[in-house]
């Protein structure tokens, strides 16, 4: 189990909103685990930062997943970050618009990203600019939805071998 300095994280909220002000939309702690919400337009500087930055060392890219927010017609992006240095953990989130999911590619800072923003962009259509390889890694090339959005329908509808009432519907 990691302890949470809490001195460490009041350096990272102060370092972090003191570089990006009100780009940095909200701060809290979460299950143990100091939580930033940053806009779009700053994500790839403020994960830039927190990985160069002497005082932080966030040098190991934990998580990269995505979220889907259907009343805010909103896709999001998380970011699980370890500094191996000071044995800290952060989380970083950000959200797009559905209609224009485009978000910069974290490859870059951490190679390690290449395979979760697959994973991302297959599951949630979110589309990670200057990705090296951006395809589909495990769903078929040619579909055409996205499975881990809460838009995407559960069953076939057009069966028509299936009882509804024998699950209560």
């Known amino acids: 189990m990691f302890q949470i300095i809490p001195d460490r994280n009041q350096l990272v909220v102060e370092k972090l909103v003191g570089k990006y002000g009100e ?10 685990m100091l939580c930033f919400t940053v806009r779009k337009e700053v994500i790839y500087d403020v994960l830039l930062f927190l990985r160069d930055e002497k005082d932080m060392q966030f040098n190991f890219l934990t998580t990269l997943c995505g979220m889907h927010y259907p009343d805010k017609e909103q896709l999001g992006v998380v970011y699980h970050l370890h500094s191996f ?3 800290h953990r952060i989380r970083i989130k950000t959200s797009t618009d559905i209609n224009n999911p485009v978000m910069p590619t ?9 395979w979760m923003e697959r994973e991302t ?9 200057g990705h090296p390889n951006l395809v589909r890694i495990l769903n078929m090339d040619d579909m055409t939805d996205f499975p881990m959005r809460k838009d995407f329908p559960l069953e076939d509808q057009t069966r028509e071998d299936k009882d509804d009432s024998m699950f209560g519907r």
């Open 23 to 32: 780009a940095v939309e909200k701060h809290e702690v979460l299950f143990d």
């Open 85 to 87: 240095v000071n044995n």
């Open 106 to 114: 974290a490859t870059t800072i951490w190679p390690s990203a290449n």
């Open 121 to 129: 962009y297959d599951f949630y259509g979110i589309i990670f600019e």
